[in-house]
């Protein structure tokens, strides 16, 4: 076969100019996590117009959504990165291997999911103190999207094969489709628009549902009829153990990173609740503004993780390197820009959701303090990234523990203690500070034990063959 023929058949991953790569893969990735982002915030601008309590119990059910959230993007980040070293590798029965125990992981999660839904939910609730129309709007919203988790965890598993190859334009199709359904029925099931019954919270739950499970049949269609690269059926499925756990070696820090973060908000809901319910709506109405800034920053690092996988993979450290330097570039200019919203523009933002003055006068200083984070996060999450994809999750998952279990939780309550609800916000951005001195600690480890030995190896690999 002639050079020129290997490289056309060589996946883009390997071949393409990074900057070209990175803006190519990631721009799908990004658009369709701004789609994404804007539903989060549009979903919750309708849930406000029901009443402020239904907007608290929203806010409550997000660390047990979160939870689903991590299951399927745990076992997505393993996918993903195996799947595109096995591509980089030419290795074709590993990718098919790693799709089809990865359905067969988003499967089990799904179930047990579905029993939270259905038995636990009321107990969530209470664990929290909820009470009166919270506790009721909590437990309606929170079951159903339990019991229909397998929407999103099968959507996040079939979307993560496309990112592998390369595809993420089928992916940005996928969710974008998704979300703006979501968007459409959310005002039509919520307030019983077009005929439909008025549902409230329920009509919200219905509504991300339905709009998760038309993602997720496009996305198993996508893959079936273009990733070719792909190759998964019922017949040929098999369970095999050393490839669930190469999965989970890779995605289980993802999944214990969210499912921390999920343990941060539920103890800090818990705190601010002391001070007033309003603040537990405020930390809510956050992290929904907060998703429009980090979801495009993950889809830019899920690409990423993908392009450092295929490259290491095929022993192309320079590309890799250099994948990973212009994301940081590009991930800060992104969050840079939420910054300056927040600074400028709080008021604004705040009043989208029908804030209260009360709303206000604790959500103003919150977007402003706790934006300084969003200077420091980018090089941290795309860091992330690349411990996972060559296969280093576990300096990810230091990071992450540190930052959200022994930072920011007895921060929050100590300044808490000390400074009232605005040591809470505090506590965010100097998390962020001791994060990105411990990443700096770990990348230099990474480079001197991993990449520079797998340049030498390849540079001895090119002599002898010389």
């Given at each position: 076969?002639?050079?020129?023929?290997?490289?056309?058949?060589?996946?883009?991953?390997?071949?393409?100019?990074?900057?070209?790569?990175?803006?190519?893969?990631?721009?799908?990735?990004?658009?369709?996590?701004?789609?994404?982002?804007?539903?989060?915030?549009?979903?919750?601008?309708?849930?406000?117009?029901?009443?402020?309590?239904?907007?608290?119990?929203?806010?409550?059910?997000?660390?047990?959504?979160?939870?689903?959230?991590?299951?399927?993007?745990?076992?997505?980040?393993?996918?993903?990165?195996?799947?595109?070293?096995?591509?980089?590798?030419?290795?074709?029965?590993?990718?098919?291997?790693?799709?089809?125990?990865?359905?067969?992981?988003?499967?089990?999660?799904?179930?047990?999911?579905?029993?939270?839904?259905?038995?636990?939910?009321?107990?969530?609730?209470?664990?929290?103190?909820?009470?009166?129309?919270?506790?009721?709007?909590?437990?309606?919203?929170?079951?159903?999207?339990?019991?229909?988790?397998?929407?999103?965890?099968?959507?996040?598993?079939?979307?993560?094969?496309?990112?592998?190859?390369?595809?993420?334009?089928?992916?940005?199709?996928?969710?974008?489709?998704?979300?703006?359904?979501?968007?459409?029925?959310?005002?039509?099931?919520?307030?019983?628009?077009?005929?439909?019954?008025?549902?409230?919270?329920?009509?919200?739950?219905?509504?991300?549902?339905?709009?998760?499970?038309?993602?997720?049949?496009?996305?198993?269609?996508?893959?079936?009829?273009?990733?070719?690269?792909?190759?998964?059926?019922?017949?040929?499925?098999?369970?095999?153990?050393?490839?669930?756990?190469?999965?989970?070696?890779?995605?289980?820090?993802?999944?214990?990173?969210?499912?921390?973060?999920?343990?941060?908000?539920?103890?800090?809901?818990?705190?601010?609740?002391?001070?007033?319910?309003?603040?537990?709506?405020?930390?809510?109405?956050?992290?929904?503004?907060?998703?429009?800034?980090?979801?495009?920053?993950?889809?830019?690092?899920?690409?990423?993780?993908?392009?450092?996988?295929?490259?290491?993979?095929?022993?192309?450290?320079?590309?890799?390197?250099?994948?990973?330097?212009?994301?940081?570039?590009?991930?800060?200019?992104?969050?840079?820009?939420?910054?300056?919203?927040?600074?400028?523009?709080?008021?604004?933002?705040?009043?989208?959701?029908?804030?209260?003055?009360?709303?206000?006068?604790?959500?103003?200083?919150?977007?402003?303090?706790?934006?300084f984070a969003f200077l420091i996060a980018p090089f941290s999450i795309v860091s992330s990234g690349t411990f996972q994809a060559l296969g280093k999750g576990i300096f990810s998952l230091i990071v992450s523990l540190i930052r959200q279990l022994i930072v920011i939780l007895p921060l929050s309550y100590l300044l808490a203690g000390i400074m009232g609800i605005n040591g809470v916000w505090i506590a965010f951005p100097m998390a962020e500070i001791v994060a990105g001195i411990l990443t700096i600690f770990y990348l230099?480890?990474?480079y001197q034990n991993e990449i520079m030995k797998r340049k030498i190896k390849r540079i001895n690999k090119k002599e002898a063959e010389f």
């Amino acid at each position: 076969m002639d050079i020129a023929k290997k490289v056309k058949l060589e996946n883009k991953m390997g071949t393409m100019p990074i900057n070209k790569l990175i803006i190519n893969m990631s721009l799908p990735l990004i658009t369709s996590m701004f789609v994404q982002a804007f539903y989060n915030i549009v979903d919750s601008l309708f849930v406000a117009r029901i009443n402020e309590e239904a907007l608290t119990a929203v806010s409550m059910s997000f660390p047990a959504q979160n939870l689903m959230i991590s299951a399927g993007t745990g076992v997505g980040v393993g996918i993903t990165a195996l799947i595109a070293r096995y591509l980089g590798a030419k290795d074709e029965k590993g990718v098919t291997r790693v799709a089809h125990n990865g359905i067969f992981l988003g499967i089990l999660n799904s179930i047990l999911f579905a029993i939270f839904g259905l038995f636990f939910a009321k107990f969530y609730f209470e664990f929290q103190k909820a009470s009166g129309l919270i506790e009721t709007y909590g437990i309606q919203y929170l079951s159903i999207c339990s019991i229909f988790a397998f929407s999103i965890i099968l959507e996040i598993t079939f979307e993560r094969m496309l990112i592998a190859s390369g595809k993420t334009i089928y992916t940005m199709i996928t969710q974008s489709t998704g979300a703006i359904i979501n968007i459409i029925f959310d005002p039509i099931f919520i307030f019983g628009l077009l005929g439909f019954p008025k549902m409230g919270i329920i009509g919200a739950a219905v509504a991300t549902i339905f709009g998760q499970t038309i993602a997720m049949l496009m996305a198993l269609y996508f893959n079936i009829k273009k990733n070719h690269e792909v190759h998964f059926a019922i017949k040929k499925f098999a369970v095999h153990f050393k490839t669930i756990a190469n999965i989970y070696e890779i995605g289980f820090p993802s999944i214990v990173m969210q499912s921390a973060a999920s343990f941060m908000i539920f103890q800090l809901n818990n705190l601010l609740a002391s001070f007033s319910t309003t603040a537990t709506a405020v930390l809510g109405v956050y992290f929904k503004l907060q998703s429009f800034v980090v979801l495009p920053v993950f889809g830019l690092n899920n690409s990423v993780i993908s392009i450092v996988s295929y490259n290491y993979g095929a022993g192309k450290i320079k590309r890799l390197l250099k994948a990973v330097k212009l994301a940081n570039i590009y991930a800060f200019g992104i969050m840079f820009a939420g910054f300056v919203l927040c600074q400028t523009l709080p008021v604004p933002i705040l009043k989208l959701f029908d804030a209260s003055d009360n709303m206000l006068s604790i959500g103003i200083p919150a977007l402003r303090i706790i934006s300084f984070a969003f200077l420091i996060a980018p090089f941290s999450i795309v860091s992330s990234g690349t411990f996972q994809a060559l296969g280093k999750g576990i300096f990810s998952l230091i990071v992450s523990l540190i930052r959200q279990l022994i930072v920011i939780l007895p921060l929050s309550y100590l300044l808490a203690g000390i400074m009232g609800i605005n040591g809470v916000w505090i506590a965010f951005p100097m998390a962020e500070i001791v994060a990105g001195i411990l990443t700096i600690f770990y990348l230099k480890k990474l480079y001197q034990n991993e990449i520079m030995k797998r340049k030498i190896k390849r540079i001895n690999k090119k002599e002898a063959e010389f």
